[in-house]
């Protein structure tokens, strides 16, 4: 938190140029699967470093602390930006071991005439959007689907339609027959769909659409698997880099204003630093996350050491008030070297020993 960031920014000021800490946390939200109340990390600060080196620095750890059991794995890890997971998986960590990809398909449907979905591109984030799940049609059962119409409108407030090609090539939904012999084939084009597959089909706000199919993606897994269908290969270790997130977030309470989407001392993207000043919501940030499986094991960000810039981030758009951090601007005023870090948290040893899914 803020305590471990002044001492890093101490330390970094006083010829401590990089260090290590293995530290004990707690988590003052509620628990979920993939967030213990309780746990421990590695913390690393290094002064002088940017994103290149702190993923070299992490990738060499790991390559080199891998049990020989395992089998190798391959340097340098895959990379990721936050748009690219978000658009393709629905999630910020996606698990990359199987397909099952979210499919955009808004251009076909510009100019339909189905009325829900005519009313969801009537916004400006509007969108259409799909997953296909191979052979669905044999594998999923008709109760299969009624549960993934219930969990999306329970938890996400999301309407679904689903399409299936059946063998004799006919297209089975609840909208083929408002959709024309031609529709029907662009849509089957459009998502490589093939005979048995199941399409589920949404429409509405981008952001909505895409963490609803991505919800599904997972849950489809866990049914497929229970039917006995390989999908996630428990010997398969996929790691990944997911950079340029955004810097900051719209408060859910009040949309006008802005959150740190990390903390509000991580550094923005050199690209987009000049937007800070009129465009704060387009800005993409210096923050990157190790993700394994489908799961975060890791996270940190290059910080701000501009005093500045940091004022002005904490005041003019994160509207908070800077009378408690006067230290910490003090101690940029006096100079303070470029400087990032990351936390690996215990979650990593876990999964190389039962690569099992927590999210």
């Given at each position: 938190?803020?305590?471990?960031?002044?001492?890093a920014?101490?330390?970094?000021?006083?010829n401590l140029?990089?260090?290590?800490?293995?530290?004990?946390?707690?988590?003052?939200?509620g628990?979920?699967?993939?967030?213990?109340p309780?746990?421990?990390?590695?913390?690393?600060?290094?002064?002088?470093?940017?994103?290149?080196?702190?993923?070299?620095?992490?990738?060499?750890?790991?390559?080199?602390?891998?049990?020989?059991?395992?089998?190798p794995?391959?340097?340098?890890?895959?990379?990721?930006?936050y748009q690219?997971?978000?658009?393709?998986?629905?999630?910020?960590?996606?698990?990359?071991?199987?397909g099952?990809?979210?499919?955009?398909?808004t251009?076909?449907?510009?100019?339909?005439?189905?009325?829900?979905?005519?009313?969801?591109?009537?916004?400006?984030?509007?969108?259409?959007?799909?997953?296909?799940?191979?052979?669905?049609?044999?594998?999923?059962?008709?109760?299969?689907?009624?549960n993934?119409?219930k969990?999306?409108?329970?938890?996400?407030?999301?309407d679904?339609?689903f399409?299936?090609?059946?063998?004799?090539?006919?297209?089975?939904?609840?909208?083929?027959?408002?959709?024309?012999?031609?529709?029907?084939?662009q849509?089957?084009?459009?998502?490589?769909?093939?005979?048995?597959?199941?399409?589920?089909l949404?429409?509405g706000?981008?952001?909505?659409v895409s963490?609803?199919?991505?919800?599904?993606?997972?849950?489809?897994?866990?049914?497929l698997?229970?039917?006995?269908?390989?999908?996630?290969?428990?010997?398969?270790?996929?790691?990944?880099?997911?950079?340029?997130?955004?810097?900051?977030?719209?408060?859910?309470e009040?949309?006008?204003?802005?959150?740190?989407a990390?903390?509000?001392?991580?550094a923005?993207?050199?690209?987009?630093?000049?937007?800070?000043?009129?465009?704060?919501?387009?800005?993409?940030?210096?923050?990157?996350?190790?993700v394994?499986?489908?799961?975060?094991?890791?996270?940190?960000?290059?910080?701000?050491?501009?005093?500045?810039?940091?004022q002005?981030?904490?005041?003019?758009?994160?509207?908070?008030?800077?009378?408690?951090?006067?230290h910490?601007?003090?101690?940029?005023?006096?100079?303070?070297?470029?400087?990032?870090?990351?936390?690996l948290?215990?979650?990593l040893?876990?999964?190389?020993?039962?690569?099992?899914?927590?999210?």
């Open positions: 938190g803020i305590l471990h960031i002044n001492i920014l101490v330390h970094m000021q006083h140029d990089r260090y290590f800490q293995v530290a004990r946390c707690y988590r003052d939200e628990s979920k699967p993939d967030r213990q309780e746990f421990t990390q590695i913390d690393i600060e290094m002064s002088f470093v940017d994103q290149m080196g702190i993923r070299k620095l992490i990738e060499g750890l790991i390559e080199y602390s891998w049990p020989k059991e395992k089998g794995i391959s340097t340098p890890f895959s990379l990721m930006t690219e997971a978000i658009d393709n998986y629905g999630v910020d960590k996606p698990d990359t071991r199987f099952m990809k979210i499919i955009d398909v251009e076909m449907f510009k100019n339909t005439e189905i009325s829900f979905l005519h009313d969801a591109l009537s916004h400006t984030s509007g969108v259409v959007r799909a997953i296909s799940i191979t052979e669905g049609a044999k594998l999923l059962k008709k109760k299969d689907l009624e993934l119409m969990l999306a409108k329970a938890q996400m407030n999301q679904l339609t399409f299936v090609l059946q063998s004799d090539g006919a297209l089975k939904s609840p909208l083929a027959k408002i959709l024309t012999n031609l529709e029907q084939l849509l089957c084009q459009a998502t490589n769909l093939q005979k048995d597959d199941v399409l589920i949404a429409g706000d981008k952001a909505k963490a609803a199919l991505g919800k599904l993606r997972l849950e489809c897994a866990n049914i698997e229970y039917r006995g269908i390989a999908l996630r290969d428990r010997s398969t270790f996929n790691f990944l880099w997911v950079v340029d997130f955004p810097l900051f977030l719209p408060k859910e009040r949309s006008e204003e802005y959150e740190s990390h903390h509000p001392f991580t923005p993207h050199p690209d987009d630093a000049y937007l800070i000043y009129t465009e704060p919501g387009k800005v993409r940030s210096q923050h990157y996350d190790l394994l499986n489908g799961n975060e094991i890791g996270g940190g960000s290059i910080r701000i050491h501009n005093m500045e810039l940091q002005y981030v904490l005041e003019s758009i994160l509207k908070e008030d800077t009378g408690l951090l006067q910490l601007l003090k101690a940029l005023d006096s100079g303070a070297p470029p400087h990032g870090g990351i936390a948290v215990d979650k040893q876990l999964l190389r020993q039962t690569n099992k899914d927590f999210s």
